[in-house]
């Protein structure tokens, strides 16, 4: 008897307690899609392709060190030439499907053209759309936000290099 | 001492004519060598003498020639150098401009004397006047019949022809003269084979220089035992100095070898202008090591200035006085071996560039410490390893000046400015 | 060969005497970096990389050199002791490197060569990786808006002067081993430029080697310019296409797509050195003309089918003809650039299946085909030297050729005999041809007088006893016998006839009988002569005579041709010939493989074909790989003669003329799409791979044979190449290959070396040719960069250097008729004509005019007739 009365006005209260802790607590989980967690600084998402400030050209110059360095060969560019004589990709996709977001075609580029963002929005509804194209990629010019990276060559040709 | 042998004539207004020149005896020893010389007496001769190259090496002249293949059955060629571009250095234009036949005669003797049956004189582009005595000079001896077929009846061919060149240093190099004689770029080979064996035309060529060439009619006139006595044992005859720089009189003058720099400088030139003190003395042309005031009792000959630690390359010798900045003259000279340098082996084609590059940096006042040893480095790293002498030639100011004046260069470097104001040698 | 030891880094080492450190150290695996250094150059010794330690014994001592030594110049000898990796070596190696990349930019990523890149890989392996220059480095700009110093030196060759580490390779290349001016090195110093001549642009044969020459990016390729990167690719074996000198060349290919093409060095053809119609000339496989899909003709159109169709339609023809007319009914004519796999299936079939003989590859020749008897006694039919005997030899005789342009990499080791050995270069041509740029004499005869050209130097030599009797081997009574014969050819009918001065008869005479070992090279202009025969018994007459005829480095060389016309020859392609050179009567052999075969008598050829069309005794015509329409040289007559044809199959890469007036057209894929093999001029068997997948629908010929036959119910049925090449291998001769892998990499040589039969001077009779009435003789050849037909000028680069087509006239001839460069003009006589723009060339002789004949645009053969001996033209100014 004693026992079924000690459960009741004690356990009750004693569990009770734990729920009206809980209850007045921040909660951990958020309200996405409306509200986005924000990502930790070297969060690899959704490439993309970056462009010189001063004129908006491209940075990337198709010389293929990040397909080279790409463990799951995702990536596919062709060059050509441009009306300035320069180098550009003329073609450049990245099956976002088959990329394992190492982030070794960051490393590897040697112009500060290809990065990984934050984006990981990304789902579609076809195998199709998961390639990116380079239009897909590459910045929006003129920029809507600064660029969040800090680049070390400002131009495409300084003269000491 | 002063010793007139070379500029026995020079004064004489009258002395490019070839009726003066005979009549003081000119072409005398060619005809006693066509008449009565075997080309191997020639040779002796001049072994006799002990002439060594007048040119900057200080090569045996007669060694020279006797390593000219007898047997060969490709054509001889005998070239004399008249490409004369090392600042500070200007004696052979004299001869070529005051004494034109002094040097025909001579080139038409070692020619016998090696068999040749062509001699070119090559001489510098921009030195138009000497060309023209020169091409002068060989018209009047053709006319005599001093030269051409059948000279004076011995049946001995020998045409003579002037080429100027395009105006580059690197051609007073042989090797490169050939090539530019030959009508390609001014650009050296390598060696072996030397010219003696394969030259000009890929046949065997005897280069000498202008000086060396003339003292060569001297020798056969008076003999080469009297040649021997002048200067010291292994430094024989008498040498064309250039006096140029901070001195009272600057000019040509002739000295038997083994005579102190100092008489040079002090009794000849008349001693350091404005009554300054003396600085720093480049004894043979600026491809030679600087030497300090004290060593200024060196006597000129080939072995004591090498002993000093200098060379007597071509006998331009080049005063400066306390004001001059020796970072500036080592940027003015680096500049024109950068300029000069003829671009077909790499440490001195991006060597002499890179210094020149390091010293304007250090002239413009952003030099920094670790600079000087760079520069050291740089030289280590052309050094010896070009094909020609251009890139050592090119090392040897720098050095010289870092070794002996290193606080002047720190100085420019701490304080953005030079230690003397005065800048010398600045036509860069 | 005398043999010396040194050691390098301790290692003994056994080496040849002449041979340079770098040499020795190089073949026995010491590795030592070189920029300058090539071993088709003589060393400079400018880069200075490969400086060494060196220390040579000098009585008991072993005495180390002042100066670190070049090694790239420095003569191996006995004793010597080098050291290539002590720490001054390395010191001064990582020195001359940091000079090297002091200026050289690092835009590597945006560079050509990166990937192959010798700096690159020589600055991994000994360089710092740290840079001490901080200095602007020095640029070229060449245009100020452009960040990218590039300019464009010739039609496929793009400079960028900033990257240039003044090896100088190119400039050597060009001017050493192509004799040619149109690449120097300007001012001088770190601002030293290469450039071609003011004005001028780098436009030679060799062009493109200039490019895989450079060490660095500095040359790089207008047509490969940013494409793909090279690890992407792969490289590929194959041989080229084009010329009878069988070039191995590498194809890059990535993603089933040819790139580029880089020689593939076989040091006993072509050294590396490949001209550029071979490197460029692979673009017509890509072309949008290709043909993808099978077409019949349905209404008079010809419209695409299906493979199976197009087979069916063809047996069914097939049987129908047989039926009517017996197997005689079926003939067939072949190209001269197919594989040798596709000639022994196409025999096989043709001879064994339907049981005709009547295949023929020469449909470039008027008159009969066969070489004459004397001819053949003679053996002049053969090629007895080899590409690598033209070094040894002293002089060259080149009669009748634009070697050039027919066969550019027999025309190198001609200019490298002259560079090497000093070999006197006599050129006799009836126009100027481009090797005169290094010949010691060059003469032009009249046109078509090769006859008393030859006989006449035979005559005078023998006349005025010139040759040495010893080694001519010629009685006094047969030259006695022969000037009888020969009468009419004196010294001044001779002169007047070919139009060279007597004077220059008697040189000509004269160092023939003087060199030690002379070549007679006759080319195109011999082969399709009208008198052919008597041209190469006089040629011979003149080997005899001269002492000439049999020696290591001595002969006579006919050229000309395409890639595989010695295959053609050998595989069969003959009406009176079985494969591998066999005649019908040793026929036992092959008919235990191929089963009954018709040997009684031999078919029909080219002329004989074509005269039975028009009597309607051939009704089924086979052109594979022929476009005969443009080719024979009588186009109306062609014409009329294949519209005959009940029915005719034309198997080809591209629609040509002739396959638009086929019946079937089959789409054949090219040597890029399956593995085969070609025989060059001088016998020698390579093979080539398969590359890329077959474009279209399209089959090799061999396949789509293999294909029918199975329809015909004949017990072959190829699935590879490499099957076909397993059946015919025990005919080569040699036990060791079986398998196409088993071919060695510098291909199958025949041992067989026969010399010529002495058999006495033949006097040669000279046959008045026939012509028209007309004022010029019409001359055809290869164009600039062009070869043949079809395939180079469906190549873009090479359309760059030479793109339109062209009728060159005399400079007085133009002057008269105020004729200025670039005008219309108009060639014609009774058989047609030709429209094409004036180019003046001052040293063609007056009567004569050139017209390349590789151009669609203009067919040459409009203005031929088959009746007329010679082809004379008059020129209208349009």
């Known amino acids: 008897m004693f026992k079924v009365l000690k459960e009741v006005f004690i356990a009750i209260p004693v569990g009770l307690y734990t729920t009206l802790k809980n209850f007045f607590r921040k909660p951990v989980t958020i309200q996405y899609p409306r509200i986005k967690t924000p990502m930790y600084p070297r969060y690899r998402g959704l490439h993309f392709l970056e462009r010189y400030d001063h004129d908006g050209a491209e940075r990337c110059v198709c010389c293929g060190l990040c397909a080279a360095a790409c463990p799951a060969d995702c990536i596919y560019m062709e060059g050509a030439e441009n009306e300035k004589g320069e180098r550009y990709a003329k073609i450049y996709e990245i099956n976002e499907l088959r990329c394992i977001f190492c982030g070794y075609c960051e490393e590897a580029c040697p112009e500060e053209a290809i990065f990984l963002g934050k984006e990981y929005e990304f789902s579609s509804d076809h195998r199709d759309k998961f390639i990116y194209t380079k239009e897909d990629l590459l910045v929006p010019w003129p920029r809507k936000k600064p660029s969040p990276i800090k680049f070390i060559r400002k131009t495409k040709r300084p003269d000491v290099y | ?428 | ?878």
């Open chain 2, 1 to 428: 001492m002063e010793k007139k042998v070379l500029f026995a004539n020079i004064d004489d207004p009258k002395q490019p004519e070839i009726d003066t020149y005979i009549s003081k005896g000119g072409y005398k020893s060619l005809e006693k060598v066509l008449k009565e010389m075997k080309p191997e007496d020639v040779i002796e001769e001049v072994k006799k003498s002990g002439i060594r190259g007048r040119g900057g090496a200080g090569f045996p002249a007669g060694m020279k020639w006797s390593f000219v293949p007898k047997d060969s059955p490709k054509p001889k060629y005998l070239v004399c150098n008249g490409d004369e571009s090392e600042p500070g250095t200007c004696k052979d234009r004299v001869l070529m401009e005051h004494d034109p036949h002094l040097v025909v005669e001579g080139m038409a003797i070692s020619a016998y004397a090696i068999g040749a049956g062509h001699a070119f004189i090559y001489i510098r582009g921009e030195f138009d006047y000497p060309a023209s005595q020169m091409r002068k000079a060989i018209d009047q001896a053709y006319e005599k019949g001093y030269l051409g077929k059948n000279i004076l009846g011995t049946g001995y061919n020998l045409e003579m022809i002037v080429h100027t060149g395009g105006g580059a240093y690197i051609c007073g190099e042989e090797t490169a003269l050939l090539n530019s004689l030959e009508g390609k770029p001014g650009q050296t080979r390598i060696r072996p084979p030397f010219p003696a064996v394969e030259g000009l035309y890929a046949s065997p060529t005897v280069v000498n220089n202008v000086e060396t060439l003339s003292n060569v009619s001297l020798i056969i006139k008076n003999g080469g035992q009297w040649f021997s006595k002048i200067g010291t044992e292994k430094s024989t005859g008498t040498r064309i100095f250039c006096l140029s720089g901070h001195v009272k009189n600057p000019g040509n003058y002739e000295l038997e070898l083994g005579t102190p720099l100092s008489y040079l400088i002090n009794d000849l030139g008349g001693g350091v202008i404005d009554g300054k003190k003396l600085k720093a003395i480049i004894p043979g042309g600026s491809s030679t090591p600087i030497l300090k005031p004290e060593q200024i009792d060196t006597p000129l000959d080939f072995e004591s200035v090498a002993q000093a630690g200098s060379m007597l390359g071509s006998g331009g010798v080049i005063v400066m006085h306390e004001d001059t900045d020796m970072v500036w003259v080592a940027r003015t000279l680096a500049h024109f071996y950068m300029h000069e340098s003829c671009g077909e082996c790499t440490p001195c084609r991006q060597g002499t560039k890179w210094i020149y590059d390091t010293l304007t940096r250090i002239t413009a006042g952003e030099g920094k410490m670790d600079d000087i040893d760079l520069l050291l480095d740089l030289c280590d790293n052309i050094d010896g390893k070009t094909i020609c002498p251009l890139g050592d030639a090119a090392v040897i100011p720098i050095r010289s000046t870092i070794e002996l004046f290193r606080p002047e260069y720190e100085h420019y470097i701490k304080n953005g400015k030079p230690l003397v104001e005065n800048k010398f040698m600045s036509f860069v």
């Open chain 3, 1 to 878: 060969m005398d043999k010396i030891k040194l050691k390098i880094d301790g290692r003994e080492i056994q080496t040849e005497k002449g041979k340079t450190v770098l040499e020795a150290a190089l073949e026995n695996g010491i590795d030592i970096p070189v920029f300058c250094y090539h071993p088709c150059l003589k060393s400079i010794g400018a880069c200075r990389i490969c400086l060494v330690e060196i220390a040579s014994p000098r009585g008991d001592q072993i005495v180390p050199w002042p100066k670190l030594a070049v090694s790239c110049a420095t003569a191996a000898t006995e004793g010597m002791e080098v050291q290539t990796h002590s720490e001054k070596v390395v010191k001064a190696r990582q020195g001359v490197l940091e000079f090297i990349l002091a200026n050289h930019p690092l835009d590597c990523p945006t560079c050509d060569k990166g990937g192959e890149c010798p700096l690159q890989d020589t600055t991994f392996k000994y360089g710092l990786d740290f840079s001490r220059f901080e200095e602007r480095k020095r640029r070229f700009i060449t245009d100020e808006n452009s960040t990218f110093d590039d300019l464009q030196i010739g039609p496929e060759v793009i400079r960028n002067q900033n990257r240039c580490i003044h090896c100088y390779r190119c400039t050597r290349l060009v001017q050493e081993r192509f004799f040619e001016q149109d690449l120097g090195h300007y001012q001088r110093g770190a601002f030293t430029e290469i450039l071609p001549p003011p004005g001028g642009e780098i436009r030679n044969l060799y062009s493109g080697n200039v490019v895989e020459y450079c060490p660095v990016g500095a040359l790089t390729n207008r047509d490969w310019r940013y494409k793909v990167r090279v690890w992407k690719t792969e490289e590929i074996p194959t041989i080229c296409r084009y010329c009878s000198d069988g070039c191995n060349l590498h194809v890059s290919v990535f993603r089933n797509k040819i790139y580029r093409i880089q020689a593939n060095t076989n040091w006993s053809i072509d050294e590396g050195l490949p001209c550029d119609i071979g490197r460029y000339g692979y673009q017509f496989a890509h072309h949008d003309d290709r043909l993808t899909r099978p077409m019949i003709r349905k209404d008079d159109e010809l419209v695409e089918c299906s493979w199976n169709e197009a087979l069916t339609v063809i047996k069914n023809k097939i049987d129908q003809t047989v039926k009517s007319l017996g197997s005689s009914g079926v003939a067939c004519l072949v190209g001269e650039s197919l594989s040798n796999e596709d000639y022994y299936t196409i025999g096989r079939f043709f001879r064994s299946v339907i049981g005709t003989n009547s295949i023929d590859h020469r449909i470039y020749r008027k008159k009969k085909l066969s070489f004459g008897e004397d001819v053949v006694k003679r053996e002049l039919c053969w090629n007895k030297l080899d590409i690598a005997d033209l070094e040894k030899a002293d002089q060259f005789f080149i009669l009748g050729s634009d070697l050039h342009a027919e066969n550019p990499i027999t025309a190198l080791r001609v200019l490298k005999a002259k560079r090497f050995s000093d070999a006197r270069i006599m050129l006799l041509n009836p126009r100027p041809t481009h090797l005169n740029r290094a010949a010691d004499e060059e003469h032009i005869y009249s046109a078509y007088s090769e006859v008393f050209l030859l006989q006449g130097l035979v005559r005078l030599i023998v006349e005025k006893k010139m040759y040495d009797p010893d080694k001519a081997n010629i009685k006094d009574d047969e030259a006695k016998a022969f000037l009888k014969e020969t009468a009419d050819f004196d010294f001044k009918t001779v002169s007047e006839k070919t139009g060279i001065a007597p004077v220059d008869l008697e040189t000509i005479a004269r160092s023939l009988c003087e060199a030690e070992n002379t070549i007679f090279i006759s080319g195109e202009n011999v082969r399709i002569h009208y008198q052919r025969d008597p041209i190469l018994i006089s040629l011979y007459n003149l080997a005899k005579l001269t002492g000439n005829l049999n020696g290591d480095a001595s002969g006579i060389l006919m050229l000309g041709g395409e890639s595989n016309s010695k295959g053609c020859y050998l595989f069969g392609m003959r009406p009176d010939r079985l494969p591998y050179d066999k005649p019908f009567e040793q026929a036992e052999e092959l008919k235990s493989s191929w089963g009954e075969i018709a040997t009684d008598k031999p078919g029909y050829d080219t002329i004989d074909i074509l005269q039975k069309i028009n009597d309607e005794k051939i009704e089924c015509g086979f052109l594979l790989g022929l476009d005969a329409a443009d080719h024979y040289p009588d186009s109306e007559y062609i014409n009329n003669t294949l519209s005959k044809l009940d029915f005719m199959v034309v198997a080809d890469l591209f629609l040509t003329d002739t396959a638009r007036l086929a019946d079937v057209v089959l789409p054949i894929s090219s040597h890029f799409e399956s593995d085969g093999t070609f025989v060059n001029w001088e016998g020698v068997l390579q093979k080539f791979s398969k590359s890329i997948k077959n474009i279209g629908e399209s089959m090799p010929l061999w396949e789509i044979f293999s294909k029918l036959s199975t329809m015909f119910d004949a017990d072959f049925n190829f699935k590879t190449a490499d099957d076909i090449f397993r059946h015919f291998a025990p005919m080569l001769g040699q036990e060791s290959v079986s398998r196409m892998a088993a071919i060695p990499k510098d291909g199958l040589r025949s041992e067989k070396k026969i010399d010529y039969p002495d058999l006495g001077l033949m006097a040669v009779k000279y046959r008045k040719p026939s012509h028209e009435d007309l004022p010029l003789t019409a001359l055809s050849g290869n164009g600039d960069h062009h070869f043949s037909r079809n395939f180079s000028t469906r190549c873009e680069s090479l359309n760059n250097f030479l793109a339109d087509p062209y009728i060159a006239i005399n400079d007085k001839l133009a002057e008269d008729m105020t004729i200025s460069e670039g005008d219309l003009i108009k060639l014609e006589n009774s058989s047609g004509k030709i429209v094409a723009k004036a180019l003046i060339w001052q040293n063609l002789p007056e009567d004569v005019v050139f017209v390349p004949d590789n151009f669609i645009e203009v067919k040459v053969s409009m203005i031929r007739s088959k009746d007329n001996d010679i082809d004379k033209v008059k020129m209208v100014k349009m």
